[in-house]
């Protein structure tokens, strides 16, 4: 590695930031699936009362089963399958909304996983660099100290 100065600061804080932008990335999918999952299950449970209703209403017959009576019957019917269907459509698209909203759980589970190894791979790459800063400064103290042991005024000869 070249130059005095390696940019761990930078690096670190670098990593931290990925690290918890991809936490709150995976809580907010994790919230948001959760209210996905929970407006499916509202809109199941009103799809049944709606279904239940219309079975209802299909049994129930006017004392006096006038055509206008049953005509407004077959008309209350109708609205209910209408809005049973609407119900039912409501709840497909939910079940869509809570696949991609897992779908982006994993996106962001998976961010997660590589901000883990990236910190993984810094934090050898820093050990590597620690390591060879070391071994420079050692041998930088064993030169000065060689330097400082020949300064000495030369040998005489005999």
Known sequence: MSG????????EALRRREEDAAGAAVAAAQ????????????RAAALQV????????GRELPARASAAALAATVRHAA??????EALAAALRGAEV??????????GALAALRAA????????????????????RADRAAEAEQDDRGGAGPPDREP
């Not at 005095?4 to 690096?11: E, M, R, S, T």
């Not at 709606?50 to 209403?57: D, F, K, L, W």
Request: charged share 45%; no cysteine; net charge positive.
């Open 4 to 11: 005095d100065a390696f940019p761990l600061a930078a690096l």
């Open 31 to 42: 919230r948001e699936l959760e209210a996905a999952q929970a407006e499916r299950a509202r």
């Open 50 to 57: 709606a279904r239940g209703e219309a079975a209802a209403r």
């Open 79 to 84: 609205r209910l399958r209408d809005e049973a």
């Open 97 to 106: 909304e809570v696949a991609a909203r897992g779908e982006a759980l994993d």
């Open 116 to 135: 883990s190894r990236a910190r993984e791979v810094l934090g050898r790459r820093r050990a590597e660099w620690e390591s060879e800063r070391r071994r």
